[in-house]
């Protein structure tokens, strides 16, 4: 969203006299550095889009064409396609679309006009594109002639040094590649072109990943695809890869910031200078650069478990995403949170509670739900009363804990049952109590908030209906079909699309009806939606590719049997340590990828089950977002709010506080993560509950309709520490700890900045 946007919503909101009635909460905001085009560029760019998002439905339906018509058509491929050539054009297809989209920097109004010698090198490199897809278009024409030679009935590309192929490859297409996308990646710092036309540098690197694509996907079917990991793999792939890898880092940048590119570099640097450290980041012989591209562009690296799920489960749930943003389903949740909870004190952070958590369970990212639905409640938490600080932190720790709310958490609960094996359904079901104890606590924090400031809620002139939208509750059925068919034991992508459907079906009792017009407009909503999170996840490949090479993660796992050979809390404090460190500035789905590659193997050797370990390592690598010092989320919510970004940064983490209690307190007490008899988890539910009750009254001071002093708030947060481990006698140390609070506060009432109250005191 543009510094303007922002300006604009909260001055409107403030001076807002009329009913709340959201309208396009869920759109995406324009992003500074996005191109805004008109006439055939954009219908061009839509209808890429739209391909790009309707083919990922098709494939993953394992529908094609010919099935749906009966024509046969042997120039389309039949779906499902071959996994990792599926994953190749994956990425292709969004370097493509973002590389058109997104521009190096941002826009700017003076931007200077381009010089002709600018313009010449744009056109000049397009000639070593040229040649690299020129001599791409040759291997796949000889990979196809029959005319390699075989073993075991596959082909073998035999570009061995000193082959005729081998200096093909070297001379015709890697090193004019890599010119292309390297100099692309210079000229477009350079190169100004108006916001409504395409740049020829962005060009040149659109037509360099289609060569990536080009080149990998026939070689991949050869026996090559054996020699990936090894010295044997061809100087051809390395050379792709390479160019690849370029390829997402610079997009990764322009769309996500530079955080995660900065700590991929790190990655990077390390595999070729591991050899020279000393300790556990050490490793025995040196990385040649051909060896490890071969294998980062590999299912052990960028088209391994997080390109996997990006190209499953998160491309699906973008669809529907876009699908409920069209059909204005989503606007319809924010109103129903803001007639259900607006009247209560302080009501619009309880429906930023409600209603971002909701949308941030879709929409996978905290920040962006962060700028979606925080133009709306931002401002009107600052109007009952809420300081900008806190109003901005309430909006960045609701959309940070939708990202830990079932049954959709964001996407993170796919590359977890892609990861660990384990069912998704399991993962949706354990996740249930921990997201209830987190939103339980966070109501508690603005609640308490709320009391202590004496606000008010928001009069009934100033809310939509409830009435009218109790009349239109058939708008939550996609959600419920959602759910209903998972557990009807659908698979996750058959659930979805079920829940697509049921969206566009639903529009038609609305005035927003669904026609071929929307539903392709949804498409092409969703094809530009994905491109960041693809971006992100393949460049978060490029990390796992690192660690699963070096084996560095097995060696965090060592550390941390030492460290539980001390202490076995020392060791998960350690790890929640890494998590959160290797989580800071990424999204949700690339934080938890790399800490679960890095930090869950260990926790698992510590004999923690598997499914806790992974939930340990996904909830802080969730919280990242919003620990200083490197807290998007906060800092997006900040942008609105107009506060301090590190202030709201601290009190985001405060009123989040509790996401940092949970992961201890499952760990302690599995039946918080369903794994139990049922009057375990009821009562673990309860009396977690009543613990996360007491922590936010210490930390609020607010306890039990009044103030209270600095030395009960200690006692509070020490009875809710008691309800942590779960066991019958710590549980009634913790609630006779509250009713002793209880006691003092009632009978001897001390003041705020009182001193503990002395035995004969007045």
Request: hydrophobic share 55%; aromatic share 12%.
């Amino acid at each position: 969203m543009t510094d303007a946007r922002q300006s604009d919503a909260v001055d409107d909101t403030d001076q807002l006299e009329g009913p709340v009635l959201a309208e396009g909460v869920d759109e995406d905001p324009v992003e500074k550095n996005r191109r805004l085009f008109t006439g055939w560029q954009y219908v061009l760019i839509a209808t890429l889009a739209t391909l790009y998002a309707a083919l990922h439905m098709a494939a993953l339906n394992g529908l094609s064409i010919e099935n749906m018509t009966g024509i046969d058509l042997p120039f389309l491929p039949t779906f499902p396609v071959e996994t990792w050539n599926f994953r190749i054009a994956h990425i292709a297809g969004a370097l493509v679309l973002g590389f058109l989209m997104f521009s190096p920097r941002f826009f700017a109004e003076d931007a200077k006009p381009e010089t002709r010698m600018i313009s010449m090198a744009g056109i000049a490199l397009m000639i070593p594109a040229a040649i690299a897809v020129f001599t791409t278009l040759q291997f796949i024409a000889l990979v196809n002639s029959g005319d390699l030679p075989q073993m075991g009935g596959i082909n073998t590309w035999a570009a061995f040094p000193g082959t005729d192929l081998y200096a093909q490859e070297l001379r015709w297409f890697g090193i004019p590649l890599l010119i292309a996308t390297f100099g692309g990646i210079a000229l477009g710092w350079v190169e100004h072109r108006d916001r409504d036309k395409f740049a020829t540098s962005d060009i040149v690197l659109a037509v360099c990943a289609v060569t990536v694509a080009l080149y990998l996907i026939p070689i991949y079917s050869t026996a090559a695809r054996n020699s990936v990991g090894t010295s044997f793999v061809p100087i051809g792939v390395a050379f792709a890869a390479t160019a690849g890898a370029a390829l997402i880092l610079e997009l990764t940048r322009r769309v996500a910031g530079l955080a995660l590119v900065i700590i991929t570099a790190v990655f990077l640097v390390y595999t070729f200078t591991a050899h020279l450290l000393p300790g556990i980041l050490a490793v025995q012989n040196p990385y040649s650069w051909q060896r490890f591209f071969g294998h980062v562009y590999s299912d052990a690296g960028i088209i391994g478990a997080t390109t996997a799920v990006s190209s499953t489960y998160i491309i699906l749930f973008i669809i529907f995403a876009a699908f409920l943003q069209a059909s204005k389903v989503g606007d319809y949740f924010v109103n129903f949170a803001f007639a259900a909870a607006g009247r209560s004190r302080g009501g619009p952070a309880k429906v930023a509670i409600f209603a971002s958590g909701l949308m941030g369970m879709i929409n996978g990212t905290s920040a962006g739900n962060v700028v979606a639905t925080g133009s709306l409640t931002i401002p009107l938490m600052k109007k009952v009363g809420y300081h900008k600080r806190t109003a901005g932190a309430v909006e960045a720790a609701a959309s940070t804990g939708g990202q830990i709310m079932p049954p959709i958490m964001g996407a993170g609960a796919f590359i977890m049952a892609e990861i660990t094996g384990i069912p998704y359904t399991d993962i949706a079901v354990a996740a249930i109590l921990p997201a209830v104890l987190y939103f339980v606590s966070v109501y508690f924090m603005v609640d308490m908030e709320a009391a202590k400031l004496g606000m008010r809620g928001m009069r009934e002139d100033e809310l939509p209906k409830f009435r009218k939208l109790v009349r239109q509750v058939y708008l939550f059925l996609p959600i419920i079909i959602l759910i209903a068919a998972l557990f009807m034991g659908y698979s996750v992508i058959r659930a979805g699309t079920l829940a697509t459907v049921a969206a566009a079906v639903v529009s038609w009792l609305t005035p927003y009806r669904m026609g071929w017009r929307s539903i392709l407009k949804a498409f092409e909503l969703a094809g530009v939606m994905s491109i960041q999170i693809i971006a992100v996840c393949a460049c978060a490949g490029i990390i796992v590719g690192v660690i699963s090479l070096t084996g560095v993660g097995a060696r965090f796992s060592l550390v941390l049997l030492d460290l539980a050979g001390v202490s076995q809390l020392l060791a998960l404090f350690f790890a929640m340590c890494i998590a959160i460190l290797l989580g800071m500035g990424m999204p949700t789905t690339a934080a938890y990828a790399v800490a679960a590659s890095v930090v869950a193997p260990g926790l698992v050797q510590l004999g923690i089950p598997l499914l806790t370990a992974h939930f340990f390592v996904f909830y802080f690598a969730v919280v990242s977002a919003i620990t200083p010092p490197v807290a998007l989320a906060s800092y997006a919510a900040a942008g609105i709010s107009g506060a301090n970004p590190m202030e709201t940064s601290v009190a985001s983490f405060k009123i989040g506080l509790a996401a940092f209690i949970v992961p201890f307190m499952f760990f302690y007490n599995g039946a918080l993560l369903m794994d139990g008899t049922w009057p375990e988890i009821i009562r673990s539910g309860i009396t977690a509950t009543f613990g996360v009750f007491l922590l936010s009254a210490g930390v609020q001071g607010w306890f039990m309709g009044g103030r209270s002093a600095w030395f009960m708030r200690v006692a509070l947060v020490a009875a809710a520490l008691f309800m942590i481990e779960g066991g019958w006698i710590t549980d009634f140390v913790g609630i006779a700890a509250a009713v002793a609070i209880y006691v003092i506060q009632k009978v001897f009432s001390p003041a705020p900045n009182a001193t503990i109250p002395v035995r004969g005191a007045d």
